[in-house]
């Protein structure tokens, strides 16, 4: 696969996984989600949070977009940012070729002041890979609240892309 279809599909794979995730905790209450358990020190929702506003910032910095703040004051705002997150990072991925994978820009300025270079590609899988992190703590969370998110693997994704 050439490195512009990998981005691609690791971006897919982290919308597939994040809706899998958020799917399983759509039933739970507000409570539910706001409240901490013992696999973190942060809720649900709050890891939630977290997860979207990385995803935002890392596409602000790959397109020079300013970073906006989400709005996840009600669970229908969470969805609606997701789902125009996912869109904005799909159509970012759309545009890229495989010389942009190792492309290099001072990408953590934004975020620590210091023009620090890393390769686009890089920074793409710091993205699927932070997600998998914080999706692994909402499935722990959410196993102890009886709706495990089942397999989250990204061969599961990948097997149904064929």
Not at 40 to 63: P, Q
Not at 123 to 148: D, K
């Amino acid at each position: 696969m050439a490195l512009a279809g990998h981005a691609r599909s690791l971006i897919g794979f982290h919308q597939w996984a994040n809706e899998k995730i958020l799917d399983a905790a759509s039933g739970l209450s507000d409570d539910d989600l706001s409240r901490n358990l013992p696999a973190t020190t942060m809720s649900i929702g709050d890891v939630f949070a977290h997860m979207l506003g990385t995803m935002i910032f890392w596409h602000a910095n790959w397109t020079g977009a300013p970073y906006r703040q989400p709005d996840v004051s009600t669970r229908d705002r969470l969805l609606a940012e997701y789902a125009a997150s996912h869109a904005d990072l799909r159509a970012f991925a759309e545009r890229l070729t495989d010389a942009d994978w190792a492309r290099s820009e001072p990408w953590w300025k934004r975020l620590t002041g210091r023009p620090d270079e890393l390769p686009l590609g890089d920074t793409i899988v710091q993205v699927v890979n932070h997600g998998t992190q914080h999706r692994s703590e909402i499935a722990v969370m959410l196993t102890e609240l009886g709706r495990s998110p089942g397999d989250l693997d990204y061969l599961n994704y990948a097997f149904r892309q064929r």
